[in-house]
């Protein structure tokens, strides 16, 4: 059973499961893109790559999709990870659906780049080449959106993609999700996606399940909007829908 809230703009909807949230998310995402693609030659999608997307990128395979005429882009990457390291964002989302599904392009951001800055820029220009239609979303377990940590985050961040240092909160999260043994292996620095360029896409699906997103939830969805939780600004998005189970939907008001 869904139970549906709204937070300022937000829409909000509550399963009981993380099983149930991956579906019901995957369906509403299916149905959007194949409305999109009834009205436009190509759609251009954001993914978020993380262990709480499984679910959600597992429904998605199961809809009938024109991925052909999808360009895909991944929201954010480590900076110096061998890019086939299973713990590389685009390899995450190349085993779980860029390799399972023929899209129009997948467009990686390279964690080997020589010159940060110029990646950057290459990945901005390719952004502003194809206007970004759909974001998938995650929240980290310290509010953060991509690698948007607290102390980076800026709402009007003048860049679209830019390098950061990961804060330790999200450091050890990539360890709590079983992405990393220790803490030591974790990078500390990556590229990100901006907030505002982030929010600049159309529509937003944020896909966020598990207790241990509890108190990022209900900072997004109660608390200030404030850069201290940077997902609180989804709350002023014109169309985000915010997908959460009974677990990490425990400390919102109803």
């Not at 998310?25 to 959007?32: I, L, N, Q, W």
């Not at 659906?97 to 901005?124: G, H, M, Q, T």
């Not at 959106?145 to 990961?166: E, I, M, R, W």
């Amino acid at each position: 059973m869904v139970t549906q809230l709204t937070k300022g703009r937000l829409h909000v909807k509550i399963s009981d499961t993380r099983a149930e949230l991956g579906g019901v998310a995957a369906r509403d995402v299916a149905e959007y893109i194949q409305k999109l693609l009834a009205a436009k030659d190509e759609v251009n999608i954001v993914f978020a790559s993380a262990p709480s997307q499984n679910e959600f990128l597992a429904g998605l395979l199961t809809y009938d999709i024109d991925w052909g005429r999808v360009n895909a882009f991944h929201m954010d990457e480590y900076i110096g990870i061998d890019p086939q390291a299973p713990q590389a964002f685009g390899q995450f989302l190349r085993d779980r659906i860029f390799s399972r599904k023929r899209f129009k392009s997948v467009n990686y951001i390279d964690s080997l780049a020589a010159d940060p800055a110029a990646e950057c820029a290459r990945y901005a220009a390719l952004l502003r080449q194809m206007p970004v239609d759909i974001v998938f979303l995650g929240i980290g377990e310290n509010g953060h959106l991509a690698f948007n940590d607290p102390h980076v985050a800026f709402f009007d961040d003048p860049l679209s993609v830019k390098t950061v240092d990961l804060a330790p909160a999200c450091r050890s999260q990539q360890v709590n999700d079983g992405c990393f043994a220790t803490l030591d292996e974790v990078p500390t620095l990556a590229y990100t996606i901006t907030i505002p360029e982030l929010l600049y896409a159309p529509k937003l699906f944020a896909i966020v399940p598990s207790i241990a997103k509890a108190n990022a939830v209900k900072g997004t969805c109660d608390g200030p909007i404030v850069t201290a939780c940077p997902a609180s600004i989804l709350r002023t998005h014109r169309d985000c829908t915010l997908y959460v189970d009974r677990d990490s939907a425990s400390l919102v008001a109803r």
